[in-house]
């Protein structure tokens, strides 16, 4: 039996309808766009809750292309990514993953946090980051060239500093490099505004908060407050919640665990509300 | 059964046994009559509570045995030790004459004791000190002092406040303090020369009175500052200070206006001193040391400016490597995001980090960057190696921010804080040790490394899942024949990857006191040399620590290998410049390392100790019984932490203290250190298999 006798199963990708809502900072738009014009494969660096993600969802919009998200992990092998077979009655399916739809379909594939997944989806994420641009399916014995509009992006965060989490040169130097950092306070205030419903003042407050938890990175935690945390306090609030209540449950609680720093976390709370 | 008391004559030579150093062992006559009166198990009590301060020092133990009859009469056997501990923490921390003074205030100790109604500075500082450091974001450290002020780079707060009912309101209080000084520093009070704002007052009963009204006025100005930026913080000033003093409400307007400075402050200041009105009492307010502070401010924005004109130097430099020097080159600071920005040929440029906290620094000072600073230093690449060093052995002579308690065993209590830990990298040789050993040992390496392969984890295949990346054909045609046969076949017909893991980290700790020179140092180094190469194959996380000292005031911990450096040219090279150093402080050492060890997110943690003997350090204070229950005590610590520790010593004269210190099943003891190396790596294995 060859694979074109195989069933095949292929999910369906769809654009994205409404504009996702996203604020600019900088270049990264226009660089963005240059590097889908040219094909060329891109890496999202930042810390996390910084905008990648809805990043790539607003250039997938802007693009009009499908967006297929996979959020790696570290039991994410190259079957997870390309397609495995099924049994169906008595019958042998196979069913593409996410990275082979992608292509397939010529979407925008968004690889979260490419540095957990296991060593062996090299193989596969670096024909398809070269100017081979193809994807080999081993187990089809099938090679897809992916067309013009599939675009491979993949993000990592450098603040995890593990030696086993380092993302490898020979990966990284096939990539457009994209830079992302938490907004300057002002555009800050205007997303966690917008996102979360809330007026600009509370807003201003909120970024405050996350300011002065930014300012405790590497002194008993690790990242400070990030947007979306910002942004999940803001949801809180515009739902009736009291704002320290808020503030509380969604940023200082979501920091860490440990007891004294949630102590200094809850007085950074009680000093902005 | 009750013991006949002791006689006047047996009670002086028990005391003079343990109170011969002390100058007032004149009197020891006298005190041992005093204590004849007492039962026995009093005085064997009063003995032995003695004879433990003694040890810190015999003119405290002399004064617990004279004061014993006194305090006895009102203490239970519990207060009488903590009063006695109390008197030794404050002779640690501030000398005999503090301790005598404490101790000799039984009635302060009872009322602190039934009240338990203070806050103190031990007990807030940790958590003040990182709110302070999310305030502000550059680092303001905090000290105990006589009373609260900051010289701008320390915040002062006094050992103790019970100025309201409850600790929970006197903690408020330090909090509050901690606030207004924070904000003097944030909001600029120390942006004008203030002693030349109060020259006008030369004589101290005026010049007194100028600071306090200055303070005042200043707390005015900046409890609005701290309520307009973090709206809380002014509810807390507020609540702990009630009403402002009727004597500042002409100015509170003024002050509290959003654009007031401290020049209007100074305004304020001169209505009230050509008044000759008095100030109120500065109980909130905290005191102002301008002098001090204008000399810790002038310093820093040296220092700041300094960072910065190199950094910008440094990026001028690079670039002008990089093509011909830089056509276009601006550094300029953008007044609405506050940070500086720095164009290269049109291109922006990132600022190193700790450039970027300098400009925040001067901008908190200053109120803007000076333009001297963004004029770059020469043209020559800016090296880290010019900035003044902020650790390593320029520090080594001052303080240590990095302290631990250390069990005393004479006390049964902690000495707070008595450890000054100093982290340094180990100067890495220059030899071919590394090199040397492993083509000697090659033949064992060689089996080690495979004996090692045996352990590590790999793959397992697990059968017969509903879901892999796989299909199980076993399960597929046995399902198949099910069916066939009319049986319900089984859905699970996929196979499945899993991953064994070890998830274990280890710390090994090397003792590089000055006992270990020659042989044992070798011995040291040719195992970890083994180690390494046998732990690379095992894909463990391991750190390798050096620790070495001279006494508490300077504990050396030595890094080799951290947890994240990989085992590569700069790891070998310092285990080659591993070499004997000092003393054997090992209590300290494990209450670091085990720290450093609980930040790994493995699932085991083993600590792992090379030591050639008992604990020692200079002086007579931790070598024998102290050392070992320390080190026994902080490796209790550790396993309440959830760390196995092990200990390889080489010892020729027996380990007898080794059970004790370690526990049974701990330790191994070598008589001969050749065996060493092929030991180490042998143990390591059985340990974590």
Redo the contacts between chains.
Sequence with gaps: MTSTQLKTITPELETLGAEPYYQSVGDEIALFEAAAQKRLPVLLKGPTGCGKTRFVEYMAWKLKRPLVTVACHD?L?T??LVG??L?VG?E?VWLDGPLTAAVRAGAICYLDEIVEARKDTTVVIHPLADSRRALAVDKRGELIPAPPGFMLVISYNPGY???LKEIKPSTRQRFVALEFDYP???IEAQIVATEGGIDPPMAQ?LV?LG???R??KG??IDEGASTRLLVHAAQLIGAGMAP?VAGTAAVARALTDDP??T???D??????? | MAERKLFAHELEEILDAFLFASPSHRSIERLAEMLEGLPRHQQDFVLRVARGAAKTNTELGYLVATLAINALDRLDENAFHDWVIAGLDVFDKKGLRAAVETLRDIDGFLALRAGRLHASFADVEQRLARFVLGLSGRPLALKSGAYPWTDTETIYLPERLAHFATAEDNRRLYQGLAVQLWAQTRYGTFNVDLEDAIAAWPEPMERGQALTWLAHLEAVRLAACVARDLPGLGTLLGELRGAWPAEVSVALVDLQAEDADINDTLRWLDHFMVEGAVPPAPTFVGRLEPGIAARVRNERITRDTETLKKAIGALKGAAGKRHAPPNDFSAELNQETGEIEVRVDGEAVKLPDDARAAAQSLLQDLGQVPPEALTPAGDAPWMPDDRPKQGGETLCSGDSEIRYDEWDYHRNAYRRAWCHVFVTDVKPGEGSFVRETKTRYAPFIHQIKRRFEAVRGEDRILGRQPDGEEIDLDALVEAVNDRKSGAEPSARLFCRRVRNERSLAAMFMIDMSGSTKGWVNDAERESLVMLCEALEKLGDAYAIYGFSGWTRKRCDIYRIKSFTDAYDDAVRARIDGIEAKDYTRMGVAIRHLSKLLNDQPARHKLLVTLSDGRPDDFGDEYRGTYGVEDTRRALQEAREQGIRSYCITIDRQGADYLKHMMGPASYTVLDDVKKLPLKVADIYRKLTV
């Design positions: 039991d092998t079957a997870d495995r077979y049994i008595d042998t500093q593990s030696v300057n306070a002002e407050k405050k300011e002065l938890t300012n405790l002194a008993g320290a004294d720093m102590q200094t976390l007085d950074l709370v009680r000093a902005v509300f």
